[in-house]
């Protein structure tokens, strides 16, 4: 990324992807914006040795969800990840992943996810039990800060992004993060072909 100094501390950003530019957006290392980001993200990022490496952006919450905040902060989709959290039960246990894919496609839901996770059946978790266990806003919940149980299962395209736009846990702002970092969360699975 490149950084130019603006007016005042805060660090203005231009993250470059492979294609050119991923979209200007008003960043700041994560750490010293702790506001923008949901506790369980915060939480994650302290201590851990990439945290330097994560950048935060607020945006307008009106437009977190991936159509409107491409086209409002002109970053490609093909930059844009979304964190989708998905169920299933083997022999009475309950087993959880949560599936960081491109925008620009869908979790194999009932593929390579329901085989990953060796279950019959593979639905997505519902939307209030997804905000009562990560800690997080609906449309916000990104792969940092995840409950330690869950298995974290990301797609080989986006661990190859050099900048991958991602959510916060809430709606106000959005994580930058090099796709290799988000591979290197702690528990990561990088898969081939989790998306189609």
């Not at 369980?40 to 302290?46: G, K, Q, S």
């Not at 519902?126 to 916000?140: H, S």
């Not at 736009?165 to 290799?180: A, E, I, Q, Y």
Request: charged fraction near 15%; include cysteine; glycine fraction near 8%.
């Amino acid at each position: 990324m490149e950084c130019k100094s603006p007016p005042g501390n805060a660090c203005q950003t231009v993250a470059v992807a492979a294609s050119g530019t991923l979209g200007t957006l008003a960043t700041s290392p994560v750490l010293d914006a702790p506001d923008l980001v949901a506790a369980p993200v915060l939480a994650a990022l302290r201590g851990w040795p990439h945290a330097s490496d994560v950048a935060v952006a607020p945006i307008d919450a009106a437009l977190a969800d991936t159509a409107a905040f491409v086209a409002a902060y002109d970053v490609p989709p093909g930059a844009s990840a979304n964190c989708v959290v998905v169920a299933g039960r083997r022999d009475g246990e309950e087993r959880v992943a949560a599936c960081v894919v491109l925008a620009t496609t869908r979790a194999d839901v009932n593929g390579v996810v329901r085989r990953l996770l060796d279950v019959r059946k593979a639905s997505f978790l519902p939307m209030d039990r997804a905000v009562a266990e990560t800690g997080m806003e609906y449309g916000g919940i990104t792969p940092l800060g995840l409950p330690a149980h869950w298995r974290l299962l990301v797609d080989e395209r986006v661990a190859a992004l050099p900048a991958a736009v991602v959510g916060s846990g809430v709606r106000h702002s959005k994580l930058v993060v090099p796709g290799p970092v988000l591979a290197a969360i702690p528990g990561a699975e990088v898969v081939p072909g989790l998306a189609i």
